[in-house]
DNA sequence: GTCTATACGGTGATAGAC
DNA sequence: GTCTATCACCGTATAGAC
C-alpha cells in the first residue's frame, strides 16, 4: 500500500486504483489463475507491460483487493461486537453487515469465495487463514451467547450452525447482483427471516 | 464414454478409471485450472504424455466427470418427484439425496461447485446450464406446492428460497469430508431442522 | 500401457525508449 | 504513464519407439 490515495475529496479515483478495480472485477468473473495480465490491460485499454509501472506483479494485485477488504470487514464487525445489543440482535447486525459487504464490496467477495482457499495456501496469504479462524471463533461465542440467553436453539450442534451460517450468507454473492431489483437489505431481511424461523408454517 | 467399464464385477476399476478417479479429485482440491496434466499424471505414477493413451484432453475429463455425475444424480431426484409423497416428504428427500451425493461423489460435487460456473459458459459443457434450468423448474415447482399445501410459509420470496436451499444444501461440499465425524444422513438431519423450522427458540 | 522427445502457443515479467 | 520488444518458463498436446 505505497500510498493513501483510494479517493481523493472530489471522489475522483487514481489510475492505480481503476486499474485495480477492473482487476478485481476479471478476478471475480473469471477467477484469479483464470485472468491474465493481458486481459486486465487490454480491458485497462493499455498493454500488460505498463501494468507493472503501477504493480510488482499480479499476485499483488489480488492480495491489495483481498486484504483492503478484508480490513474493513472486520473493522466494521469489530463496532458491533463491542456494542451492548444482546446475542439474537448481534447476529441479526452482523449477518446484515455481511449482506452490505457483498453489495458494495462485490468483487473482493467473490475473489475470496472462489480464490482464498487455494490463495491461503500460500505463505503471502497466510493471513486469509488468520482471518477465518477470528471470523470463526467470533460466531462461535456469539451464537453459543445465544444459546445462554435462550434466544436461540440449544438442541443443534453449534459448529454445523456457524457452517451453515457462514456459507449461506457469503455464497450468494454468486447470483446478487449490486443495482439489481432485490436490495441488499431486502434480501438480508428474508435470509434473516429463513434463518431464524425456518420455512415451514 | 467409449466402454460401460466402470468396475467390473469383481469390484477391481480399469486403469482409465483409477485415472479419471486421481483427476477428480485434484481437480476438486485445486481447481480445473490450477491442475496440470502433469500433476495427474504424477500423481497416477506415469508420464504426462501417457494420459493422452486413455484420454483426448484434460478437458475431456472434467467433461467425463461431470457428466457422468449430472445423470446419475438427476435419475434419483427423478424418482422422489414421480412418488406420491405430499411436498414436504419430497422436500426433505430431495436435500438428503443431495447430501449422500456430497458423501459418495465429493470430487464431482465440488468440482461442479468450483468450475461449473465457468466451464458451463463453453458450447462443450452447455448441457451443466441446461441442468441447472431443470434443476431450478423442479424445485420451484416443489416450492409453490409446499406452499398450496399449507406447509411452506407463503410470506417468502420463492426465488429466495429456492436459492437458500440450493446454495445451502451444495455448499457444504466445502468443509464436508467422507468418512468423518459426521455422516451424510446426520448433517442432512441438522440442516433440514435449521431450514424448515430456524435457529431461534 | 508407458516412455522419449518435442512442438508450439500462452503467460508473467523485465529493460529501456518515448 | 505507456509502449516496444523480448525473455524464460510452463502448459497442453503429439508422434513414434518399446
Redesign the interface.
Known amino acids: 500500500m505505497p500510498d493513501a490515495s483510494t479517493t481523493s475529496g472530489t471522489g475522483a479515483a487514481t489510475r492505480r486504483d481503476e486499474l485495480l478495480a477492473i482487476a478485481a472485477e476479471l478476478f471475480a468473473e473469471?477467477?484469479f489463475?483464470?485472468t491474465t495480465v493481458r486481459d486486465i490491460a487490454d480491458a485497462a485499454g493499455i498493454l500488460s507491460g505498463s501494468l507493472y509501472h503501477h504493480f510488482d506483479s499480479k499476485e499483488s494485485m489480488v492480495d491489495e483487493i483481498l486484504s483492503t477488504f478484508q480490513a474493513a470487514l472486520f473493522a466494521s464487525y469489530e463496532e458491533v461486537l463491542v456494542s451492548d445489543s444482546d446475542a439474537?440482535a448481534k447476529v441479526e447486525r452482523m449477518v446484515r453487515l455481511s449482506f452490505e459487504a457483498i453489495d458494495q464490496h462485490h468483487s473482493a467477495v467473490a475473489i475470496f469465495q472462489?480464490d482464498a482457499?487455494?490463495l491461503s495456501a500460500y505463505p503471502r496469504f497466510g493471513y486469509l487463514r488468520d482471518r477465518s479462524t477470528q471470523f470463526r471463533e467470533v460466531w462461535m461465542t456469539l451464537l453459543s451467547q445465544g444459546v445462554k440467553e435462550?434466544?436461540?436453539?440449544?438442541d443443534?450442534?453449534a459448529t454445523?450452525?456457524y457452517?451453515?451460517i457462514r456459507?449461506?450468507v457469503w455464497?450468494?454473492v454468486?447470483?446478487y447482483r449490486p443495482g439489481g431489483t432485490?436490495s441488499a437489505d431486502e434480501?438480508a431481511n428474508?435470509?434473516l427471516?429463513?434463518?431464524?424461523?425456518?420455512?415451514?408454517?
Request: hydrophobic letters at 40%; proline letters at 0%.
Open positions: 473469471r477467477g489463475k483464470n439474537r472462489n482457499g487455494y435462550g434466544v436461540l436453539r440449544k443443534l450442534d454445523l450452525v457452517r451453515f456459507d449461506t455464497v450468494a454468486r447470483w432485490l434480501v428474508q435470509y427471516s429463513i434463518l431464524l424461523d425456518g420455512i415451514a408454517s
